[in-house]
C-alpha cells in the first residue's frame, strides 16, 4: 500500500474529531512526508525506520511539523504549558517515544485550557436558569469545579451569553474562532492522538522530534494571538 493511504487509512480508524474537509486538507499535508529507501523524510528531517509502515508512527508523533511546518519555542506562553514544553523535549532526548509524543500533544491541550483561563481572567457573567452571577478570577479548572459544587448541570450553563466548553470536544469547537483550517487540524488530530496514547491505546512505532515540540509550540502562540487579537 502506498505510504500516505497507509497513513489515511490509520487516521479513518480512530479520529474521532473529523470534520468535513479533513480529508482533503489531509491529501494536501501529507505532500510534505514519505518513505525513500529505510528512511521517513518529513519536510527536509529525514527519521531512520525499519520498513515502510513506520511511516505511520512517525506521522502521528509529528502531526504539528507535518501539517504546519517548521516552528519556534515560543516563550511568551502562560507557565503550565511552558513547563510542559520543556518536558517534552527532555523526554525525546531520553528515548522515551510514547510519553515523548503524549506530552507534545498535551502541549496543545493544555493551551486550550489556559486560552478559556485567559478569557475568564478578567471576569465574566455566569447564567443558569434564573441565577446569574458575575465572577472574576476563576480559571478554567476553577470554573469546573464551581459549577459542580452549585450542583448546576453543566449542560445548561452560559459564559457570557455562550455555552460552557465543559468537555474536551466542547473547548476545542470553541476555540476554533481562533483557527484556520490548518490550525485546527492540528490541534483536533493531535489532541485524538494523545487521547489514545492516555488510554493505552499504543499501536504504533512513534518516533517524535524535536521540530514537532517547536511546531506544537508555535501553534499553541498563534492560537493566543489570534484570540489577543479579537480581545484586546
Do not use: C
Request: net charge positive; hydrophobic share 40%; no cysteine.
Amino acid at each position: 500500500m502506498n505510504a500516505r493511504k497507509l497513513i489515511l487509512k490509520e487516521i479513518k480508524s480512530f479520529f474521532q474529531y473529523e470534520k468535513k474537509g479533513d480529508k482533503e486538507l489531509l491529501k494536501e499535508v501529507l505532500k510534505n512526508i514519505h518513505y525513500d529507501d529505510g528512511y521517513v523524510i518529513i519536510r527536509n528531517e529525514k527519521i531512520k525506520v525499519e520498513n515502510i509502515e513506520d511511516i505511520v508512527g512517525v506521522f502521528l508523533a509529528n502531526i504539528p511539523y507535518v501539517i504546519l511546518g517548521e516552528g519556534e519555542l515560543k516563550e511568551d506562553l502562560p507557565e503550565k504549558v511552558k513547563k510542559i514544553q520543556s518536558d517534552a523535549l527532555k523526554l525525546i532526548s531520553l528515548g522515551i517515544n510514547e510519553v515523548a509524543t503524549l506530552e507534545i500533544y498535551l502541549i496543545l491541550e493544555m493551551s486550550l485550557r489556559a486560552l478559556y483561563s485567559e478569557y475568564l481572567s478578567s471576569g465574566v457573567t455566569i447564567k443558569y436558569k434564573d441565577k446569574k452571577v458575575k465572577v472574576k478570577g476563576l480559571d478554567y479548572r476553577k470554573l469546573k469545579l464551581y459549577i459542580r459544587r452549585k450542583g448546576w448541570s453543566k449542560y445548561k450553563v452560559k459564559v457570557n451569553g455562550e455555552t460552557f466548553p465543559f468537555s474536551q470536544g466542547s473547548l476545542l469547537s470553541w476555540a476554533e474562532k481562533f483557527m484556520d483550517e490548518k490550525l485546527s487540524l492540528t490541534f483536533r488530530l493531535s489532541i485524538n492522538v494523545r487521547n489514545l496514547l492516555a488510554h493505552g491505546e499504543v499501536e504504533w512505532n512513534l518516533f517524535p522530534t524535536i521540530s514537532s515540540v517547536k511546531s506544537a509550540s508555535y501553534a499553541s502562540w498563534l492560537l493566543f494571538t489570534k484570540f489577543r487579537e479579537n480581545y484586546e
